[in-house]
């Protein structure tokens, strides 16, 4: 008697490489989250909360840098990189604080 037929569904993988970065620059990269964090290992899901990425498809704005880079390499199959070209994004955390004493 043969072996049964796997009663697990899998899914499909889409065709491909892993997507590629945008060349380094002084701009802005707009990170989108399209695959979830979920059933991948804690290290993985830190390195999304630290990327600012809370749930699937969210988009952030980050500084092209090192340190981002680094992380994106680690998740480079559940985001979307692309480069920000709008010129009135800011990244994450280098916002302009206006006082609210007049």
Do not use: C, F
């Not at 990189?81 to 609210?100: F, H, L, N």
């Amino acid at each position: 008697m043969g072996r049964l037929p796997p009663t697990r569904k899998y899914r499909k993988r889409k065709p491909g490489r892993d997507r590629v970065l945008p060349p380094a620059g002084k701009g802005n990269l707009r990170i989108k989250q399209v695959r979830s964090g979920s059933g991948h290992s804690a290290r993985l899901k830190r390195t999304l909360v630290a990327l600012g990425l809370k749930h699937h498809q969210a988009e952030v704005v980050h500084a092209d840098h090192p340190a981002v880079r680094g992380m994106l390499q680690q998740v480079r199959h559940l985001v979307e990189v692309t480069a920000d070209a709008s010129p009135a994004a800011t990244p994450r955390g280098k916002g302009k604080k206006s006082d609210a004493k007049s």
